[in-house]
């Protein structure tokens, strides 16, 4: 299925957000689970949201970083949005990072704010000078057009340890995002009315990309759970007709036994895409029993961030998946 909102005719990322809300309107976009309330945000209040936002930051000089440490919810990405809209570039953090590593990254990036919500603004104290804008004060505001953004223009500071310890910042540009979007969304797409349950941390580009971007690039309603507990997570996928969902592989066996618990048929998940490493080839044959296809990735950040993916029973054992359109891939000193 062609993808629904067309990525090549955006002038940037920021502008996602407004396409889909175009398309979509009054459609569920972001919504909590069941067991937390189930409130979230149509494709239209969203957009409405991102605006609103923009208009918080729109004293900030376009080009400064601005923090993101918020928990995993609705609003994560309306203040991702609202951080491109205005022109700034995102630097989205893990609050449960320790504050070494927090202290670290903001001095590293100096930012002009840090975009917080009423669970994370504790942090506040381990950010020094950089004032803290919190999520709640956003709806009183009136939105802002935003600033206009090009394709080659810095969006994100992503920071990753690599084969290291120590966080390495990687810059990433509207146009390497929307290029790795474009790529995925022409091997693997999901539909209007399709959900997919937010289990990884949304600062991490797996899930950025193909748990948030693509879904929201075709219509598709993204589920937060709330907790990150198994039993919690099953119960999203068997209450909120979850159809697909992302994981890297210690999560897969964790799962696995908890769905197995459930009565057969509790859960319309489709597809699991399992990303960061291989997995053993006795998971393509327990998920197809339960009747969900195991698709495989592998990515790195500087990559923006997904570089391979297949269903696994469709590649060799072991197999990380085939490089994605426009994907060029040398294997160097044995390695990819």
């Known amino acids: ?73 609705p609003e994560w990405a309306a203040a991702l949005f609202a951080i491109l809209r205005a022109g700034l570039v995102a630097v989205p953090v893990a609050p449960s990072l320790d504050q070494g590593t927090l202290r670290t990254i903001v001095s590293f990036t100096t930012p ?8 994370t603004k504790g942090l506040s104290g381990l950010l020094g000078a950089v004032p803290p804008i919190v999520l709640s004060d956003w709806p009183d505001l009136f939105p802002a057009t935003g600033v206009e953004t090009r394709r080659d223009d810095l969006a ?37 009315g399709d959900a997919l349950i ?24 993204v589920v937060y759970p709330g907790s990150p507990l ?41 597809t699991l895409m399992v990303g960061a490493a291989a997995l053993s080839s006795e998971w393509n044959a327990k998920l197809a029993a339960l009747g969900i296809r195991l698709d495989v990735g592998y990515g790195l950040t500087e990559a923006a961030p997904i570089v391979n993916v297949a269903t696994a029973g469709e590649c060799p054992d072991g197999s990380i998946g085939r490089a994605l359109p426009g994907v060029d891939l040398r294997v160097e000193d044995g390695e990819v």
């Open 112 to 119: 002009a704010a840090a975009v917080l919500s009423d669970r």
């Open 230 to 270: 198994p039993n919690r997570l099953v119960d999203s996928i068997c209450d909120d007709g979850i159809t697909h969902a992302l994981a890297v592989p210690a999560l897969v066996s964790l799962l696995y036994d908890e769905m197995m618990t459930r009565e057969e048929g509790a859960s319309r998940l489709r």
């Open 198 to 221: 937010s289990m990884l941390p949304p600062s991490h580009l797996f899930e950025l990309m193909a748990g948030l971007f693509a879904p929201l690039a075709c219509g598709a309603r």
């Open 156 to 192: 994100l500071l992503a920071f990753t340890s690599g084969s290291t310890d120590r966080p390495r910042a990687v810059e990433l540009t509207h146009g390497n995002l929307l290029a790795n979007l474009a790529s995925l969304l022409a091997v693997r797409t999901v539909r209007p």
């Open 1 to 73: 299925m062609a993808m629904l909102v067309p990525i090549a005719d955006l002038a940037s990322l920021a502008e996602l957000a407004s396409a889909a809300a175009k398309r979509f309107g009054d459609k569920p976009a972001l919504v909590r689970a069941t067991a937390v309330g189930g409130a979230g945000l149509t494709y239209r209040a969203l957009d409405d949201l991102v605006a609103r936002g923009a208009g918080a930051l729109s004293g900030f000089t376009p080009g400064s970083r601005v923090l993101l440490a918020m928990d995993p919810r």
